[in-house]
Each structure stands twice: as structure tokens, then as C-alpha cells.
């Protein structure tokens, strides 16, 4: 299980603020993460690559057909990314995933 990451305040302001560190050890051991871009594909990991089409499934009639393709999906999801190998897959900038 990773470590819980340290947080960070300043005594004149509210909130407090945490960097994600995917480099740091263990970062992916214990990722359950999927995501859906805003044209309905499937990503099994934040820098991974393609993605699965759910588009075509995304109306209520097709509740059933959209479960069976997400978990035919994560058979494919990897253990973890890539970034050691220099290789952040389809993941240019966060941006394309909304932050
Ligand atoms: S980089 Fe990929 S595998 Fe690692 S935590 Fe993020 S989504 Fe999960």
C-alpha cells in the first residue's frame, strides 16, 4: 500500500495542497483508476495508450452490453505506467483529460 502523501498549508491562507508523484515507489500498486475521455473511450490508465470505444453504448437501453464491454476492457488494464521508459503513452498533457 503506498504511503500517504504529505499535504502542505500556509498559516495565512485556507485549503492545503498535495503534489502526485507518479514516479515516487508504488504510485500504481494499488490503482483501481478508469477514465472516460469526453468522446466516450475508455482509458484503463492515465498514461496508457488508445482506449476502448464506449460510445455507442452510452444510452440507458444499454446498460447490460456497456457493463460486459468495460469488463472485457480490464483484462487489459495495466499494472502500472510507463513513464520510466520515457513512454506516457497517448497522454501528451493532462489537459485532454480535464486535469
Ligand atoms: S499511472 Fe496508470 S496505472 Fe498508475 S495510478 Fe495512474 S492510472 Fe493507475
Do not use: W
Request: a positive charge.
Amino acid at each position: 500500500m503506498m504511503a500517504p502523501r504529505p499535504t502542505y498549508a500556509h498559516p495565512d491562507y485556507r485549503g492545503r495542497i498535495g503534489l502526485i508523484a507518479p514516479y515516487a515507489p508504488g504510485f500504481c500498486d494499488s490503482c483501481n483508476r478508469l477514465r472516460v475521455t469526453a468522446k466516450g473511450a475508455l482509458r484503463l490508465c492515465l498514461f496508457g495508450e488508445l482506449g476502448v470505444n464506449l460510445r455507442d453504448l452510452l444510452t440507458p437501453d444499454q446498460d447490460e452490453a456497456l457493463r460486459a464491454r468495460i469488463e472485457a476492457a480490464l483484462i487489459g488494464k495495466p499494472s502500472g505506467h510507463r513513464l520510466h521508459e520515457s513512454n506516457s503513452g497517448d497522454t501528451r498533457q493532462l489537459a485532454q483529460f480535464g486535469g
